[in-house]
Nanobody, 130 residues
Framework: QVQLTESGGGTVEPGDSLTLSCTATGRTFERYAGGWFRQAAGKEREFVAAIGWSGRNIEYIDSVKGRFTISRDNAKYALWLNMTSLKPEDAAVYYC???????????????????????WGQGTQVAVSS
């Protein structure tokens, strides 16, 4: 069992930066791929970014490329999402997730599938408003 806890959400202005953290406890998190998803009010949850267990494979949705950076530190059982140049459309509840992806599946086609992730955090709210 892996327990995930997100933190770092808050209210920022457009153009600001924010870093979300996800800490894991329980089983061998270092062997799990980590992902970030978000759900805006009235919308379905969507994939944002993911990183393979080794950190070698990383994917982002187009709308955050160049602005968001996903990273991890397996020794610290931690996953981060550094968000810069935030826009109002980035406002959402952000969730971290972990899944045991075989190496072949560490690609966008599978990273973006919610059912590939076994463990989820409770979410952290990000609001972007002037």
């Amino acid at each position: 069992q892996v327990q995930l806890t997100e933190s770092g959400g808050g209210t920022v202005e457009p153009g600001d930066s924010l870093t979300l953290s996800c800490t894991a406890t329980g089983r061998t998190f270092e062997r799990y791929a980590g992902g970030w998803f978000r759900q805006a009010a009235g919308k379905e949850r969507e994939f944002v970014a993911a990183i393979g267990w080794s950190g070698r494979n990383i994917e982002y949705i187009d709308s955050v490329k160049g602005r968001f950076t996903i990273s991890r530190d397996n020794a610290k059982y931690a996953l981060w999402l550094n968000m810069t140049s935030l826009k109002p459309e980035d406002a959402a509840v952000y969730y971290c997730a972990a899944g045991n992806f075989p190496a072949y599946y560490e690609k966008m086609e599978y990273f973006r599938r919610e059912r590939m992730y076994e463990y989820w955090g409770q979410g952290t709210q990000v609001a972007v408003s002037s």
